[in-house]
Antibody, heavy 123, light 108 residues
Framework: LQLQESGPGLVKPSETLSLTCTVS??????????WGWIRQPPGKGLEWIGS???????YYNPSLKSRVTISVDTSNNQFSLKLSSVTAADTAVYYC????????????????WGRGTMVTVSS | SSELTQDPAVSVALGQTVRITCQGD??????ASWYQQKPGQAPLLVMF???KRPSGIPDRLSGSSSRNTASLTITGAQAEDEADYYC???????????FGGGTKLTVL
């Protein structure tokens, strides 16, 4: 399984950041997995943005929920991230990953990651 | 909302044993996963469901959990274990994923 992020590396403040993750070597319509976005500002830790199931069920980080939309395109085996009204604080490496949240007790396992794409917010 | 707390930095002598911990209320009701991240690379899953290793992860890495603390232990640390390590779990109050702040492991 491979995941590859793509999208602009530079976004202007107040605009919308848009990224796509292309999944190869497996189907995004697998019944076992969600598909997630995680970001990492330079020199800082990981922050989960949100995840989507192939049925378009989503859940988001409450701190970003008002600005985030994640969608899925099963025909092209892709899922996408849109983050609106960006500021310099949104500058980060953005990763897509396969997200296993099945089983009990609850767990959230990101078991396959893309290489990440750096997005800079600057005018 | 819940948080996961990790020591910012830990060091270990080559060949010795080190434990990296992750504390948080969410760990009382959900499993922890652990990720290793080397400079310029994506995170790599090294432990899930508290103590299960994915295929290809050396058995010198082990995991455990007690009450609200999850631990990742490296027995016989090697130079290639030098990395940042992150834990994550579920914040049941808000139903969202949380990550610890990360621990930078230095192998001396």
């Amino acid at each position: 399984l491979q995941l590859q992020e793509s999208g602009p590396g530079l976004v202007k403040p107040s605009e919308t950041l848009s990224l796509t993750c292309t999944v190869s070597g497996g189907s995004i319509s697998s019944s076992s997995y969600y598909w997630g976005w995680i970001r990492q500002p330079p020199g800082k830790g990981l922050e989960w943005i949100g995840s989507i199931y192939y049925t378009e069920s989503t859940y988001y980080n409450p701190s970003l929920k008002s600005r985030v939309t994640i969608s899925v395109d099963t025909s092209n085996n892709q899922f996408s991230l849109k983050l609106s009204s960006v500021t310099a604080a949104d500058t980060a490496v953005y990763y897509c990953a396969r997200h296993d949240n099945s089983g009990w007790p609850v767990q959230d396992v990101f078991d396959n990651w893309g290489r990440g794409t750096m997005v800079t917010v600057s005018s | 909302s819940s948080e996961l707390t990790q020591d910012p930095a830990v060091s270990v002598a080559l060949g010795q044993t080190v434990r990296i911990t992750c504390q948080g209320d969410s760990l009382g009701s959900s499993y922890a996963s652990w990720y290793q991240q080397k400079p310029g690379q994506a995170p790599l899953l090294v432990m899930f469901a508290n103590n299960k290793r994915p295929s290809g992860i050396p058995d010198r890495l082990s995991g455990s959990s007690s009450r609200n603390t999850a631990s990742l232990t490296i027995t016989g640390a090697q130079a290639e274990d030098e990395a940042d390590y992150y834990c994550n779990s579920r914040d049941s109050a808000n139903n969202h994923v949380i990550f610890g702040g990360g621990t930078k492991l230095t192998v001396l």
